[in-house]
């Protein structure tokens, strides 16, 4: 069965220190890969969604990039931290564009 | 006009009862609809996934998608304290949204023992 793993689970950053969120799944290949993020208040804002190695759309303007360095990993990663960016990330994975997403446990991220 | 509205709650039942839960939405192109249970602190795991109008059973869930007035339901029988969490339902106009999907803010259900 497949499984998808996120860390760290949370993460307390001071503003302006970079940021690197990892998302490997397993048991299934070239899945297509989802990075949201969750804030209080708001419903999930897809910001990145890949079909393939190196394959990154953005789907929102933002202070974070991502990388897909193999078939079954996903970053999540940031130069300089803003305090705008604290919030849940959440990982999901799709066998492909016409089956459901499922997530990971998230990284809950605080910006001090 | 936001893209899908959820009430936010909390809905309070107590054990037992059936539970409705709503959706509505704005863009008539969604095709795919489906629900997420989200437990504090955890990522949403996948309820049901229906395709076009219609119901779907599974267990003590049901799915209803009424497509002509924008509209999707779920519904909970013999609800149980474990129920209680945060429902999301989400829609895409493809099946797994290489566009992404489209989430309501979820409803926070409390299920009283």
């Given at each position: 069965s497949q499984t998808i793993h996120?860390?760290?689970?949370t993460l307390v950053q001071p503003v302006g220190s970079p940021l690197s969120l990892e998302c490997t799944v397993e048991g299934t290949s070239n899945p297509n890969l989802y990075w949201?993020?969750?804030?209080?208040?708001?419903g999930l804002q897809?910001?990145?969604?890949?079909?393939?190695?190196?394959q990154i759309s953005s789907e929102v303007p933002q202070n974070l990039s991502a990388?897909?360095?193999?078939?079954?990993q996903f970053i999540l990663s940031s130069k300089k931290l803003l305090l705008s960016d604290s919030g849940f990330?959440?990982?999901?994975?799709?066998?492909?564009?016409?089956?459901?997403?499922?997530?990971?446990?998230?990284?809950?991220?605080?910006?001090? | 006009q936001k893209e899908v509205e959820q009430d936010p709650g909390p809905l309070s039942v107590p054990e037992g009862a059936i539970v409705s839960l709503n959706c509505?939405?704005?863009?008539?192109?969604?095709?795919?609809?489906?629900?997420?249970?989200q437990y504090s602190r955890k990522g949403p795991e996948l309820l049901m996934y229906t395709y076009s109008s219609g119901n779907k059973?599974?267990?003590?869930?049901?799915?209803?998608?009424?497509?002509?007035?924008?509209?999707?339901s779920l519904f909970i029988r013999d609800s149980q304290p474990s129920d209680s969490a945060t429902y999301l339902c989400a829609m895409s106009l493809l099946g797994g949204g290489a566009d992404g999907?489209?989430?309501?803010?979820?409803t926070h259900l409390i299920i009283q023992p």
């Open positions: 996120q860390w760290p689970a949201y993020r969750q804030a209080a208040g708001r897809l910001l990145f969604y890949s079909v393939g190695i190196g990388s897909r360095p193999q078939d079954r990330y959440l990982c999901a994975w799709a066998t492909d564009s016409n089956q459901p997403q499922h997530f990971g446990d998230g990284t809950r991220l605080s910006i001090l | 509505t939405y704005s863009n008539s192109a969604f095709q795919y609809f489906m629900w997420y249970r059973e599974d267990g003590r869930f049901t799915a209803q998608v009424d497509k002509s007035s924008k509209y999707i999907l489209t989430f309501g803010k979820g």
